[in-house]
């Protein structure tokens, strides 16, 4: 059975931080389609945490298209990983690394190189939302 | 399951204009509240801020001095066993009787509370490893809080309210002990009150928020409304406070910059309205903390403080 864990000083809210692991786990293909999640009550009782947290993170699992809540049997993982995926993460993983030795030889720091991609994502966020 | 909206679900927690006065000093005033059935609610404050002063209202320890208060539908004029049967209680330092044993606090509970649940208290004992036989003054902190807890929970009363519960225990065991309220929560629906001084632990366990100061309500409403309502925005240090979309909570201000915490209507595009501002989403933490830090409003007389220590739709007319 797939289990949550919970990070209380990262400052992403709880139910963002089950969903994400969600995501990242089918990304890395620990959770597949058909695999049940864990009922509310459980993850409640697991992590010591609002079962309404849980409820919210499930319905965005939802809404995602990730998961879906099957009457009297739990919620189950609804998506396959796409087939295409594993090649255009290889290929953007190539070109990432390209990119961070181009930075390291300019000079940037760890750090400004984070504050740099955190910029960068923030600001392409702001041309989404206007 | 719970549900943490206010629609149509019933109220487990209602008060109107509540106050209580101690000779000339008011502990707490003017306290108007709905919890709806389902929400686990954090109350926070500083000591003397008057969390006590309600715990022990919505309890039935206290009377009130004026205002209304019902429970689940039970109000003040309710026969107090039916008001205390909505109500299980788990006090800050686990009260029990240190040479009885833990069935003898049972047996205790039974006798006192019509609807208690006999098989719960027993097979939580059980699944904690703690046995009946042994007398209070031989477990554990930890264990002795569960045994309050399983007590609180075995009235099967529709409420729990929990005062500063996990205070006096090591991390592992308050850990433990919030794994069986959210669990009890997630399985039965119970509304949970938990008065902590630890805020940052309440992100995790609460989605419904009051935040009292000076025996005033400061904050009140479900986390994600309050999160939602709420912006952090910095702006160059000449903004004045009029001029801010919202009402401004909390200021810090630098050399030339400010960061002020303003409340606005839900969703308001404030960075778009204002090209130069930056506008990001408060945490939950941050939130608690700017609200504890504004003087209470008994101790500010003016128009704005009061103005102030009621931010909610009125508060709304300042933004423009």
Redesign the interface.
Same mark, same amino acid.
């Given at each position: 059975m797939f289990r949550f864990r919970?990070d209380?000083?990262s400052?992403v /809210?709880?139910y963002l931080q089950l969903v994400h692991q969600v995501r990242q786990s089918l990304l890395l293909g620990y959770l597949r389609e058909g695999d049940r999640l864990p009922t509310?009550?459980d993850v409640?009782?697991?992590?010591?945490?609002? /079962?309404?947290?849980?409820?919210k993170a499930y319905r965005q699992l939802e809404h995602e298209g990730l998961a879906g809540g099957r009457p009297g049997q739990g919620t189950f993982i609804t998506a396959t990983s796409s087939p295409a995926l594993p090649e255009a993460q290889q290929a953007l993983r190539e070109s990432l690394e390209e990119w961070l030795r181009a930075a390291e030889e300019a000079g940037l720091s760890s750090e400004e190189i984070t504050a740099l991609i955190a910029v960068a994502r923030h600001d392409l966020k702001?041309e989404k939302?206007? | 399951m719970t549900q943490n909206d206010a629609g149509d679900s019933p109220l487990a927690l209602r008060t109107d204009h509540l106050g209580r006065r101690y000779g000339r000093v008011w502990g707490l005033r003017d306290c108007t509240l709905e919890v709806p059935a389902g929400a686990i609610v954090g109350l926070v404050g500083p000591n003397g801020a008057g969390k006590t002063t309600l715990l022990e209202m919505i309890i039935g320890l206290l009377q009130p001095t004026e205002g209304q208060l019902s429970v689940f539908g039970e109000t003040l004029h309710a026969p107090m066993t039916a008001r205390l049967a909505r109500v299980g209680y788990v006090a800050q330092d686990h009260p029990l009787y240190r040479d009885f044993s833990v069935a003898d606090m049972f047996h205790l509970g039974r006798s006192m509370n019509p609807s208690w649940d006999q098989e719960l208290a027993q097979a939580r004992m059980e699944a904690l490893d703690i046995p009946l036989k042994r007398k209070v003054k031989a477990l554990s902190g930890g264990q002795r809080a569960q045994v309050s807890l399983s007590m609180a929970l075995a009235k099967r009363a529709p409420l729990l309210v929990l005062d500063e519960p996990v205070s006096s225990l090591d991390p592992v065991a308050r850990l433990e002990f919030m794994r069986e309220v959210m669990a009890t929560a997630a399985e039965s629906g119970l509304t949970v009150l938990i008065a902590s001084h630890v805020v940052s632990e309440l992100e995790r366990f609460c989605d419904w928020l009051i935040v009292l100061t000076g025996g005033q309500v400061q904050l009140a409403g479900s986390a994600d409304d309050l999160i939602a309502e709420h912006q952090v925005l910095t702006v160059p240090r000449a903004t004045l406070d009029a001029d801010l979309p919202g009402f401004p909570v909390h200021r810090t201000d630098s050399d030339r910059h400010s960061t002020v915490l303003v409340r606005t209507e839900q969703g308001r595009p404030v960075a778009r309205e204002h090209p130069g501002w930056q506008a990001d989403p408060v945490g939950f933490e941050q939130l608690i903390m700017a609200y504890l830090q504004r003087p209470s409003r008994s101790a500010a007389k003016d128009d704005t403080a009061q103005a102030a220590a009621r931010p909610g739709p009125s508060t709304k007319a300042v933004s423009r």
């Open positions: 919970l209380g000083s400052g /809210p709880p509310v009550k409640a009782g697991d992590l010591a945490i609002n /079962p309404n947290t849980v409820v702001k939302v206007s | -």
